[in-house]
């Protein structure tokens, strides 16, 4: 077990920036969920605000590095058009980047997505460790049931959330938020995702966290551990060795399985087991709160559905790639 989370000195990280790019093709493509052909993607740019060292998207070939971000230009109205001629149940927005960052320009462009999914009566599925601004929570409200957002966690220590999460909202301020979003009427939800072996899966860092949600009326969470690859790896090392944490962490993967998982690429996972009894513990003290956990079938495509013995039946939910 980690033994300290206590805060920690985190160098400050500038923000990258912002450039337009045209759009080049068709916007609609697969989404990560390969047994739910109805749901599919839309990117908004291409790069990352937040430079988690877990996100399986900063180690896609394709990412431009962390000092810039593309925002690709005319997405909503290229949508209503591909969407006159395909209609799918709902669009997961975007599987490579956080769709609120703090960049104006990026969160007007995505509440414009989901005002023309709505125009067409398509879901708008959006995932966050970001603050949604005020202004946009509103754009949002006007779409309210076409809306779905998760809003994802890994921990409350402000120390550790901004080793884990440099450029990300600060925890407390996600919770209010979601007190807030909930208040429009826009459905919400939160994941714990991704945990971290010894790090973010611990009692005290887990019970904290979930009485917290509890506080804002959270009754479920969805909760998946990280999978590794090996520039995900390097990441992490980098951001865990100078406070001794890496080794602990790293550790725990050694003889886990590397799996394909639908639309994802090959990666190592925990052992089955390790992850077993993880998922077994944060149920009995999300139950002790009053929660139940759904775990993410997209990030354990070893657990079989269906089957008590492999701790629930699984879900899939919005995926833990947004860094």
């Not at 769709?99 to 509440?111: R, T």
């Not at 993410?296 to 039946?313: I, L, Q, S, Y």
Request: aromatic fraction near 6%.
């Amino acid at each position: 077990m980690i033994a300290s989370l206590s805060p920690v000195p985190v160098p400050v990280k500038r923000l990258p920036r912002l450039e337009h790019v045209p759009r080049k093709g068709v916007v609609l493509h697969p989404s990560p969920f390969a047994d739910q052909p109805d749901v599919l993607s839309l990117n908004l740019g291409r790069g990352c605000v937040q430079r988690c060292p877990f996100c399986s998207v900063r180690a896609n070939a394709g990412y431009p590095g962390d000092d810039v971000l593309y925002l690709y230009e005319g997405t909503a109205a290229k949508l209503d058009a591909e969407l006159k001629v395909r209609r799918p149940k709902a669009v997961f927005v975007c599987p490579s980047t956080d769709p609120f960052p703090p960049l104006g320009a990026v969160q007007h462009e995505a509440a414009r997505v989901v005002a023309a999914l709505a125009a067409h009566g398509v879901e708008a599925w959006l995932m966050t460790r970001g603050y949604i601004r005020p202004a946009i929570q509103e754009l949002l409200a006007h779409q309210a049931g076409k809306v779905k957002v998760t809003v994802a966690f890994t921990t409350l220590d402000r120390g550790l959330q901004r080793v884990l999460e440099p450029l990300a909202a600060p925890p407390r301020l996600r919770l209010r938020q979601i007190k807030q979003l909930r208040a429009r009427g826009i459905a919400v939800q939160a994941a714990l995702e991704p945990l971290l072996p010894g790090l973010t899966d611990t009692r005290e860092n887990l019970d904290e966290l979930l009485e917290a949600l509890a506080g804002v009326g959270v009754r479920q969470v969805t909760a998946s551990y990280s999978f590794l690859r090996e520039s995900m790896r390097e990441e992490l090392v980098h951001a865990l060795e100078p406070l001794g944490w890496d080794q602990a962490v790293l550790a725990a993967f050694q003889g886990g399985p590397v799996l394909a998982a639908g639309n994802i690429a090959p990666a190592r996972y925990l052992p089955k087991a390790r992850r077993q009894r993880g998922y077994s513990a944060l149920m009995a003290l999300a139950a002790n709160h009053g929660m139940s956990v759904r775990v993410n079938a997209a990030t354990n495509p070893d657990f079989a559905p269906g089957r008590a013995a492999e701790v629930a039946r699984p879900r899939q939910q919005l995926l833990p790639m947004m860094g």
